[in-house]
């Protein structure tokens, strides 16, 4: 009646799955409501016997484990490569084409070509590769079914009474239930009704394209369409994976798998989480007001375009977006009616949205609230949104709103979709810098503190790999070290700690803490500070010029060191630099009082003073002699620490807590090379830092020198960080 005899007959060779007439019988009248065959269609007939019959010719053998690559010659060890994962089937069974809108724009409509449908196969190898237990995981999808193959398959929702019943043009398989013709997800979903926002936003991505082969062949003069999804999603309206019939290892093996939230998910989830109070966004459900590339981060989360996957991969944790994260929702919780296996995949029909990863995790403000929306950009240029999603870290971050980067220059571009400053094009590499410059991980940080507290002194460093770039906390209030650089005094800067500390606010996820860390934005009153990931836009970038620039402003705490500096020669006037500063340096710099008593007293070798110098006045170092300038040069390097040789991992602070004394002393840039018993040994004065609770002193290790020095507290021990190095003040000479 089908209209398949004459090819069972001998025109090809063909698998054919055959059920029972009981089976039949009971298909008819509780599927199709109908007593008699006769009463279907020769479409409907078409359509269903020909999901029964096969192309080619497959035994048992076969069909538990296709080898589409190797074929019969498959080795051992190629047979246990992907075993059972080959698993899709072509078959007879194919729609008619359909009349659609294949133009948006123009209302174009077309004819719209349907593949031919493939048929699932699931044996125990298939369950064995994946390592989950075929019950369960059959079962989930077919609950009018049993799992019995134990040693060899299910077809899609029948079992198999007899295998491989060798007949002149092939093999026939008594099974015990009608092969329900399986339609695509994107059909699944259309007509069940409940899934019109999924689509709506999926079909954003939708696209028709018209097939000059299919046209060719079948058209009969009209254009043929094939309806397609592009990248990122997956092609959920097309039967094949690919167009091309030849391509047998992929067109049995390349599946889609969708969970898929429902209208009332959908909108529950926007009035719980954007629609809540102080996102910005309306309480009532407008999706219209979401970003495009945040419906994306959804729906992204609701697919996995590689494979078939089934309840057990999900709960182990093995289900990964395209991001890296883990797709995670309760399986056992979807509808058993919403549970479909597919032409082309499998459907989860989803009563609650699980939303992705990086909307519970630390990057979630930049999600929820409307006035991150730059610094989300941010973080998807900078690339570190799985980092920050891992769920094996743990991390605080520090949000800025869109107002305070326009305060600062920095504004979304629409037209060529990018962040601007001042009208030009912010590179990646300086975004990624202030992403960083936002973030600490807790995991080894400087401190045991998993949240910012509201009263001390607290010293927190952050993710910035290319800076020791800090968070100061004074008293709820918080600076970057950068901002903090700013409050050094000189002539014509009037800065105070009013300008470069702020508050902050914590953000809560869904009124709890965030799945690894802490939230919180800043500076929300004012809205003009912005912690920046560099010191490219400082006035100064580094410490030593910065000296040299002001030399002759006695105002500045430095002003005596530099003069001492440029009396021994220290200082190339042309670069601004010390020459023997190759690298970063941990530099004490003692006040102007503390170096001109000290040269009063003698206690600076090298350098002598006349009888009449006046430590008060500005000609100070004009009645200064230098005597000895190597032994000038060589006791001004005490003064400085490379960092290469330094065996310290953060800049000292009160509450730093390392020891360096114990780690053999910091080695200063007084260092030398000598022969001993004919070997060669590196020398050298080293320098300790002591923590004391509640004050900080520098010495140096070898015999010769000054005791104790204490490290100046008026900046509360906080280390001042430029380019070149960091910066402690002291109250006396080494």
């Keep these: 009646m089908a209209g398949y005899a004459p090819i069972l007959q001998g025109k090809g060779v063909y698998t054919v799955m055959a059920p029972n007439d009981e089976a039949f019988t009971a298909y008819l009248k509780n599927e199709r409501g109908v007593n008699s065959i006769e009463e279907l269609s020769s479409q409907e007939l078409q359509k269903l016997i020909g999901f029964h019959i096969l192309y080619y010719s497959f035994d048992k053998t076969k069909l538990v484990n296709f080898r589409p690559n190797e074929g019969d010659g498959a080795t051992d060890d190629q047979l246990m490569v992907n075993a059972g994962l080959y698993y899709k089937f072509r078959t007879k069974s194919q729609d008619s084409p359909t009349i659609e809108v294949v133009n948006d724009t123009t209302g174009l409509e077309g004819s719209v070509y349907h593949l031919e449908r493939f048929l699932p196969v699931f044996s125990y190898r298939m369950f064995q590769t994946k390592l989950i237990d075929a019950k369960y995981n059959y079962e989930y999808f077919y609950p009018n079914s049993q799992w019995t193959g134990a040693d060899g398959f299910n077809v899609s929702n029948a079992s198999v009474n007899e295998y491989s019943i060798v007949t002149s043009t092939g093999y026939v398989y008594l099974i015990n239930q009608v092969l329900e013709p399986l339609e695509t997800i994107y059909t699944e979903l259309d007509k069940n009704g409940n899934y019109n926002r999924f689509l709506s936003f ?6 028709y394209a018209k097939d000059e082969a299919l046209t060719l062949d079948y058209g009969n003069g009209n254009d043929l369409y094939q309806h397609y999804h592009m990248s990122p999603m997956a092609s959920i309206a097309s039967e094949w994976p690919v167009t091309d019939y030849t391509q047998i290892a992929s067109l049995s093996s390349v599946s889609y798998s969708i969970f898929a939230p429902t209208d009332e998910a959908f909108d529950d989830f926007y009035v719980e989480y954007f629609g809540a109070e102080g996102t910005g966004y309306p309480a009532e459900v407008t999706w219209d007001s979401i970003k495009p590339s945040v419906i994306q981060d959804i729906l992204l989360n609701s697919v996995y375009a590689s494979s078939i996957v089934f309840p057990e991969e999900i709960k182990r944790g093995d289900i990964k977006n395209t991001s890296g994260m883990i797709i995670d929702f309760d399986v056992d919780a979807v509808p058993v009616e919403n549970r479909k296996v597919c032409v082309n995949g499998v459907l989860y029909g989803c009563d609650v949205l699980t939303p992705p990863a990086q909307y519970s995790a630390v990057t979630g403000p930049a999600y929820q609230y409307k006035k991150f929306n730059n610094f989300l950009v941010m973080l998807g240029n900078s690339d570190l949104i799985s980092t920050l999603c891992s769920d094996e870290m743990n991390y605080i971050v520090l949000f800025p709103s869109d107002n305070q980067m326009a305060y600062n220059g920095i504004v979304f571009d629409p037209v060529d979709n990018r962040l601007e400053l001042n009208n030009s094009n912010l590179s990646s590499s300086v975004q990624q810098q202030m992403v960083y410059a936002h973030v600490v991980s807790l995991d ?281 190095g960091c910066v402690h003040f002291i109250n006396g000479v080494l």
């Excluded at 999926?202 to 696209?207: A, G």
């Excluded at 009263?455 to 290319?466: A, C, E, M, Q």
């Design 202 to 207: 999926y079909d954003e991505y939708s696209y």
């Design 444 to 724: 080894g940080s400087t401190t045991s503190l998993t949240e910012l507290p509201l009263s001390g002194n607290h010293v927190f460093k952050t993710l910035s790999p290319d800076y020791k770039l800090y968070w100061y906390v004074k008293d709820g209030k918080i600076t970057n070290s950068f901002l903090f650089n700013n409050l050094i005094n000189y002539t014509g800067n009037a800065t105070t700690e009013a300008d470069v500390y702020c508050e902050f606010e914590e953000l809560k996820y869904r009124g709890e803490d965030w799945t690894n860390g802490r939230c919180y934005s800043y500076d929300g009153t004012r809205a003009q500070k912005l912690f920046e990931g560099s010191l490219n836009n400082a006035l100064y970038a580094n410490f030593v010029p910065m000296m040299y620039s002001l030399r002759n402003d006695e105002t500045t705490l430095f002003n005596a060191f530099i003069n001492l500096l440029m009396k021994g020669e220290m200082i190339d006037e042309e670069s601004q630099a010390i020459p023997l500063m190759t690298e970063g340096c941990l530099m004490f710099i003692p006040t102007n009082a503390a170096v001109k008593q000290a040269i009063v007293a003698g206690k600076v070798p090298g350098i002598t003073t006349t009888a009449s110098a006046d430590a008060t006045t500005a000609d100070f170092f004009a009645a200064t002699t230098v005597t000895d300038l190597l032994a000038l040069q060589n006791y001004l390097k005490v003064y400085f620490v490379p960092f290469s040789t330094a065996v310290i991992s953060n800049f000292p602070f009160l509450g730093w807590g390392e020891d360096t004394e114990a780690e053999g002393g910091l080695i200063t840039l007084n260092s030398w090379v000598e022969i001993q018993d004919g070997v060669m040994v590196t020398e050298a004065i080293h320098l300790n830092v002591y923590d004391k609770g509640t004050t900080m002193t520098v010495k140096v290790a070898e015999d010769g020198y000054n005791g104790e020095v204490e490290i100046l507290g008026d900046y509360d021990y906080f280390p001042f960080v430029f380019d070149d």
